[in-house]
């Protein structure tokens, strides 16, 4: 008997394009993502999926599955924590209807923001944020973009530190969705809701434990266990949380383009082997 090892395909389930505050637009990224050995892709622009039908079409002529995503922004105990919704129905009106209310708070959030950073002597924000997006939604990204295109700061990172974040002058707090709605909308549309990147969120491991367990009473279903902003330390750990929890483990870059990202397209490590992968949910 012949057998055959067929290598693992290669996922990539979290990736942003110009529809959100990615650089890349949807059809340039899942080629980057083919030509960079990504098998399956999932494009989960923040609070739209507006690039989704641009990227099946692009995959459509290349060797690369693409998967209909979102990252919806949540308020939760007084924080921002993002879900993914993984293999959604894009045209869901459940979905459409809630990404709709979250990009409502976006654009009052934008002009709010603007009038903030004006009274610090950052003038015209909104406009040139605006003149920014590309596509459906403007985030702080945009902000940073054109902060730094201004001559005001030296990089994205250094606008977040000294701008935006909670504490500093361009900071208008979130009022997003809670946990309950944007695991409801990703459900109702049809997908799986993964918890997007949870070592980032500086929670203690029993805050953790407490988020993971009223996501799992909402019907949410993994965590992102290898992501592009964690660290090999923040894997495994996440890694012991989804074991013990019994939430299934994900995959994804974060990529937002080029320019400078945490991990390229096709460069993520593989899964701790202590966990269940989301894909083995998944029939072909
Ligand atoms: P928003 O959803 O509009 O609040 O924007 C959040 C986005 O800002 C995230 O998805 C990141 O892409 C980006 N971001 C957050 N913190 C930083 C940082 N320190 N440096 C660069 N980009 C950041
Ligand atoms: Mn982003
Ligand atoms: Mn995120
Ligand atoms: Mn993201």
Redesign the pocket.
């Known amino acids: 008997m012949l057998l055959v090892l067929m290598p693992e395909p290669h996922y990539d389930l979290h990736t942003h394009s110009t529809a959100s505050d990615g650089t890349l637009t949807p059809s340039e990224l899942v080629r980057r993502a083919c030509a960079q050995g990504v098998d399956v892709l999932a494009l989960t622009d923040h609070d739209s999926v507006e690039g989704i039908a641009e990227a099946q079409r692009a995959a459509r002529l290349l060797d690369l599955k693409l998967m209909a995503g979102a ?1 919806v922004s949540v308020t939760w105990r007084g924080r921002t924590v ?1 879900i993914v919704g993984l293999n959604v129905d894009p045209v869901s009106a459940v979905l459409q209807d809630g990404l709709t209310r979250q990009r409502e708070f976006r654009e009052w959030r934008a002009r709010e923001m603007a009038r903030r950073l004006a009274r610090h002597g950052i003038m015209g924000a909104y406009e040139g944020a605006l003149a920014l997006v590309d596509g459906g939604i403007v985030s702080r990204t945009h902000f940073a973009r054109y902060i730094v295109a201004q001559g005001r700061a030296k990089s994205l990172r250094d606008v977040f530190k000294r701008f935006l974040v909670s504490g500093k002058p361009g900071h208008v707090p979130g009022e997003w969705a809670s946990l309950e709605e944007a695991v409801a909308w990703i459900r109702g549309a049809g997908g799986q809701a993964v918890v ?2 949870p070592a980032r969120y500086k929670l203690s491991a029993s805050k953790l434990r407490t988020l993971f367990g009223e996501f799992q009473e909402c019907g949410g279903v993994g965590i992102e266990v290898v992501s592009g902003c964690h660290s090999p330390d923040d894997a495994r750990s996440m890694a012991v949380h989804a074991r013990s929890c019994g939430l299934l483990a994900s995959a994804g870059s ?1 990529y937002h383009g080029p320019e400078n990202p945490c991990v390229e397209l096709g460069g993520l490590p593989s899964l701790p082997g202590d966990c269940v992968p989301i894909w083995a949910s998944w029939q072909d």
């Open positions: 990252e993002h997007a990147h974060d």
